[in-house]
Nanobody, 123 residues
Framework: QVQLVESGGGLVQTGGSLRLSCAAS????????MGWFRQAPGKEREFVAA????????YYGDSVKGRFTISREYVKNTVYLQMNNLKSDDTAAYYC????????????????WGQGTQVTVSS
């Protein structure tokens, strides 16, 4: 089992920044890829970003490219999502996920999910 705990969400104004954290514990997470997804009320879950723990390869959804950065910190078993130039459309619950799948832009690639952290961007 892998436990994931997100933190760092909150209320921010348009154009502001936030950094989300996802602390992983349990099984050796270095075997997995880690991803961030988000879901706004009434909308489908959307892929945000992913990183392969071992290689550091990163992947981003089109709507966040150039604004969000995913990174990992081995010592703390933590993955971060730095979000800059936030827009009202970024308002959503953000979920961290871990898994061994190939198609990291799909939720099917992930076996473990956190409880989510809310990000609200006000204009």
């Amino acid at each position: 089992q892998v436990q994931l705990v997100e933190s760092g969400g909150g209320l921010v104004q348009t154009g502001g920044s936030l950094r989300l954290s996802c602390a992983a514990s349990g099984r050796t997470v270095s075997r997995f890829a880690m991803g961030w997804f988000r879901q706004a009320p009434g909308k489908e879950r959307e892929f945000v970003a992913a990183i392969r723990w071992s290689s550091g390869s990163t992947y981003y959804g089109d709507s966040v490219k150039g604004r969000f950065t995913i990174s990992r910190e081995y010592v703390k078993n933590t993955v971060y999502l730095q979000m800059n130039n936030l827009k009202s459309d970024d308002t959503a619950a953000y979920y961290c996920a871990a898994g061994g799948g190939l198609r990291l832009w799909t939720s099917y690639a992930y076996d473990y999910w956190g409880q989510g952290t809310q990000v609200t961007v006000s204009s």
